[in-house]
């Protein structure tokens, strides 16, 4: 089962990235400029402003609700999606109660494994959402070599345990290397990517 889940959120990663739009520029006026959209079935969050309505996913068949990709001049680039997995239904294929322990407790790093090479894990802590619902965050930094050129990422990810299914939400900060990624994460997106988590309403 947890590789199930993995593979199933690395194949709507790839997925996105192969079809993704060139990333919103944002600079010092824009970066903290936000708007809210409605993703149906009662599920909203925040976005920046400057991606229009590209935050809408092409492929209405898999569990993504929310995609969109942003840039910032010598900070790299931050690409943020949502996804929504039902339980007693694969890939996460476990009940409510079940899922609340696996997430808030036993597997809380999940989502930042098994991600790339040189992972270095920041942190994994149980976290509850603003409506009360159980969940988790992590951060991880690691390497990859997309075409052979070895560039670098770093990942945050939020499990939040609604009442009718597990929201992941992950927003991956990418630059030239890895140690430029942790720092844009640490100077420049984190305070971003705190805005989006906080801002998602669910059921």
Known sequence: MTKSLLLALAASAIAFSAHAQ???????????SWRSADLGGGVSIEVPTAV?????PT??????????RVGVKDAGEMYCGL???????????????????FFSNANMAIFCH?????????????????QGYPGSRCVASYS???????????IQARAVVANDALYVLTCTVHDLDQARAETDWETIWRPRIGHIEDSLKLP
Do not use: H
């Not at 996804?83 to 322990?101: E, F, Q, W």
């Open 114 to 130: 098994g991600v790339g090479t040189g992972v270095r894990e920041r942190s994994a802590e149980p976290v509850t959402s603003a």
């Open 83 to 101: 996804d929504r997995l039902a339980y007693g239904a694969p890939p996460l294929g476990m009940v409510r109660k079940r899922a609340i322990d």
């Open 144 to 154: 990859d070599k997309p075409g052979g050129e070895t560039e670098g990422d770093v």
């Open 52 to 56: 229009g309505e590209a935050y809408r």
């Open 59 to 68: 492929n209405k068949q898999d569990a993504g609700l929310m995609l969109f």
């Open 22 to 32: 060139a990333p919103a520029q944002l600079d010092a006026k824009t970066i903290d």
